[in-house]
């Protein structure tokens, strides 16, 4: 309870944004991808992005990870210009079977990042097994990828992220690909994670509920080129509730607001 | 293992047996002469007097030493290259295409030119293993480095991974399924031409050693040394299927 | 895609360009090396002798007769295996017994029962293309839909004409495979055998200009033997993609 309030006041704080994109324009092979993007993530908000597919929200992210530069305008991390990617940004990908070292078992996936950080081999250990106790998979140090559902690899890759100490936690779709009971636990579980480390988060999602019911806020972007068309605060009351969440009138009404939107760029 | 799979294990070498057992009795009935054709016994007794005379363990200590340092030095270099290459995508348009033409070159027939250059000595051998051994090596690695998942570099640039670990903790173990099939077909190869540098330059090993009993009409020395480079053959692939085995765990249930 | 191909072609260029500047401006004198306008002209020569033409001849009657004798054992034995799992079990350990010989040990054996010629290399290099169409055709066989096997079954099909109608072109794209893999090693084989021993084809002459202390003429015959490894490895590949499309290449390790 005592972090929720603190994440209250540092979201209501209104101090210099953590991540400020300043007129961000991104032009890949003559085609616009994003235009004129000004938006500014205060640091330990949540922030949802959505829009329909090929709306530039992937692209925005990877922006925000300094994995791309963008053509006008300018990213700012804590102040500076982002001129690559940076060790306090982790990125959690969709496809996490991708983004998984096959040849190492989950607890040398967490060490990657812990060697990154130059952690001393010593320390490493304990400090492995913590995070996957955090990210809900104690006891499954020894297996490989390959040998994990989807929900674990995802939980893994998470550990791997919070292994980099970030200061901002970029998420690509996470959930996308994993059924919807998998789904809900996991969203759960980022909340209480990341209200648990006070990080910064920007969420890329297609799921409007998922957005609301993360979210401090959703942006909702508009495709071809991709800009913000819709931007929403979300005052519900945290801890979140997967229930009285969703029964929440405000959530319904900002479920109703958000679908309109989204219906009305897509004709 | 279990019972049906013994029994036919068991069966099998039965068979096998039955063609030794073959062999002796064409050998016997002089159906072939025995010049060309010695019996199982008279092979088997010529390796045993080989072993205890210390022969062909000098002879086989030759081959396994000319076929070892060629395929090491051609693994180290084969590997160093085709990471140099298959990591930028600037050397792969230039380079790669020069390397897949050289690619069905008989390499054999670099050896006149070895000859040439360095004379009928071990360094000769040395450089036709080495030089035959890499192709396989090397274009294995550059496929495998070409082929890493984009993502896992990402993942190295966002934990700002220095150019030296993206190497040896991305790319390396991603491309080691394919370096490692590659180092097994080298393997053969390395073994074929040192047998082929022996007979040319008359260097210590069983390549000379069956050609000087053939010249002899020493048939039975001859099929003595025919089944150590068999043996040679088998046991060599056998230890390398171990290693990959070992170090490719990680891929068991991904298959 | 003209782009790229200039760019492949700009090292190899690069390369012949430099090392014929750096071989007139020191008088390369070498028992070894030779400008790259020597060895045009000495290729050119060789032609016009048809010495190269002969050598020619005779390496790949060697290699396409013994690719064809291996092809047909391999793939008698390769079918055979591939229908009958009690055949391949029995015979499992003796075919994993010879099959590791490397083919060029058989030499000294072939040379003594067969004298030098054609004949023994022939032997060699069927030898070596026995395997790798043995054991493809194999797991070809292995592979084909069991639904065929269940139509020949249903059809009453004597023995014979199931091999014959299902069997050979259900696998013969893979089988294709393993005979494209095959002509390569025979090539191989046969120039290596010549190079060893056997004074005959290109092998031989090539051994030949480098005992004569001609490189031009040496690595004339180098290049040659490049191309033609090259030409037929080529027109293998198109004909596997015409005859079979795509798909067939698809079962190339590589």
Redo the contacts between chains.
């Keep these: 309870m005592a972090s929720a309030a603190k994440r209250l006041e540092a979201v209501s704080d209104t101090a210099t944004p953590q991540i400020a994109f300043d007129g961000v324009t991104l032009a890949l092979g003559g085609k616009t991808i994003i235009e004129n993007l000004s938006l500014g993530v205060r640091p330990g908000e949540f922030l949802c992005i959505v829009g329909a597919s090929g709306c530039g929200k992937t692209t925005a992210l990877r922006l925000a990870?300094?994995?791309y530069q963008p053509t006008g305008g300018r990213v700012n991390f804590d102040g500076q210009p982002m001129r690559?990617?940076?060790?306090e940004?982790?990125?959690v990908?969709q496809?996490y079977g991708?983004?998984l070292?096959?040849?190492?078992t989950a607890a040398g996936n967490v060490s990657?990042?812990l060697?990154?950080?130059g952690m001393p081999t010593a320390e490493r250990p304990a400090r492995i097994e913590e995070l996957l106790r955090t990210v809900g998979l104690p006891g499954h140090a020894g297996k490989?990828p390959?040998?994990m559902s989807g929900g674990m690899q995802q939980r893994l890759q998470i550990a791997r992220c919070l292994a980099?100490e970030p200061k901002t936690l970029l998420m690509d779709e996470p959930f996308g690909a994993l059924d919807a009971m998998t789904r809900q636990g996991l969203q759960d579980e980022v909340l209480s994670l990341v209200a648990a480390s006070g990080a910064t988060v920007i969420f890329v999602t297609h799921d409007l509920d998922e957005a609301i019911y993360l979210g401090d806020r959703v942006i909702g972007l508009l495709p071809h080129p991709g800009r913000i068309g819709i931007e929403l605060s979300v005052n519900l009351p945290r801890p979140r509730d997967q229930l009285s969440t969703r029964e929440h009138p405000e959530f319904l009404r900002l479920r109703r607001q958000l679908f309109d939107f989204i219906k009305a760029t897509e004709q | 293992m279990n019972r049906t799979a013994l029994i036919w294990r068991v069966a099998s070498f039965a068979v096998a047996a039955g063609f030794i057992a073959l062999w002796q009795l064409i050998a016997n009935l002089k159906l072939v002469s025995p010049v060309f054709l010695p019996g199982p016994d008279r092979a088997w007794a010529a390796l045993m007097r080989g072993f205890s005379s210390g022969d062909l363990w000098s002879k086989l200590a030759g081959t396994l030493e000319h076929m070892a340092y060629g395929w090491l030095a051609a693994s180290i270099a084969g590997i160093a290259i085709g990471a140099i290459i298959g990591s930028s995508r600037t050397m792969r348009t230039y380079v790669a295409p020069s390397l897949e033409f050289l690619r069905p070159l008989p390499v054999s027939a670099i050896i006149p030119v070895a000859i040439a250059m360095l004379g009928l000595t071990q360094a000769m051998a040395l450089f036709v293993i080495a030089f035959g051994a890499i192709w396989p090596i090397m274009l294995a690695t550059i496929h495998g480095f070409a082929a890493v998942e984009p993502r896992l570099y990402e993942v190295a640039r966002s934990l700002q991974m220095s150019r030296l670990a993206v190497i040896f903790k991305i790319a390396l173990p991603s491309a080691s399924p394919d370096i490692l099939a590659g180092m097994r077909l080298s393997l053969t190869v390395a073994l074929i031409l040192s047998v082929v540098c022996e007979i040319l330059a008359g260097l210590d090993g069983l390549g000379h050693w069956v050609l000087l009993s053939a010249r002899a009409f020493r048939s039975a020395d001859l099929f003595a040394g025919v089944i150590l480079l068999g043996v040679t053959g088998y046991v060599t692939s056998v230890a390398m299927s171990l290693a990959e085995h070992r170090l490719l765990a990680w891929q068991a249930s991904q298959r | 895609m003209t782009g790229n191909s200039a760019k492949a072609l700009a090292l190899p260029l690069a390369v012949l360009v430099a090392f014929e500047v750096w071989a007139r401006a020191i008088h390369l004198q070498s028992d070894s090396l030779a400008p790259p306008s020597a060895i045009v002209m000495a290729l050119f020569g060789a032609f016009a002798d048809f010495s190269i033409l002969t050598a020619t001849r005779d390496t790949l009657f060697s290699a396409f007769t013994g690719l064809a004798i291996g092809t047909l054992i391999g793939l008698a034995f390769g079918i055979a295996f591939g229908i009958s799992d009690t055949l391949n079990r029995l015979m499992e350990v003796t075919v994993e017994a010879i099959r590791p010989i490397p083919s060029i040990a058989l030499l000294p054996i072939a040379l003594i029962a067969l004298g030098f010629g054609y004949r023994m290399e022939i032997v060699i290099v069927a030898f070596a293309c026995v395997w790798p169409i043995l054991i493809l055709s194999r797991a070809a066989v292995r592979s084909i839909e069991p639904r065929l096997m269940e139509v020949a079954r249903a059809l009453r099909l004597p023995p014979a004409q199931r091999v014959w109608k299902i069997i050979i072109p259900a696998a013969l794209p893979r089988i294709f495979v393993a005979f494209r893999l095959s002509a390569g090693i025979a090539l191989i084989v046969a120039v290596t055998v010549e190079i060893a021993i056997n004074p005959l084809g290109l092998g031989a002459g090539i051994m030949l200009a480098q005992q004569a202390l001609r490189p031009d003429l040496m690595l004339a015959y180098l290049v040659w033997i490049g191309i033609i490894g090259y030409a037929l490895n080529i027109l293998l590949t198109v004909a596997q993609r015409r005859l079979f499309g795509r798909a067939a290449l698809s079962g190339d390790s590589p």
Excluded: H, N
Excluded at chain 1, 84 to 87: C, G, M, Q, V
Excluded at chain 1, 101 to 104: D, E, H, K, S, T
């Design positions: 990870a300094g994995l690559e990617p940076r060790r940004i982790a990125i990908f496809d991708k983004a070292l096959p040849w190492r990657l990042a060697e990154a950080g490989y390959s040998e980099q």
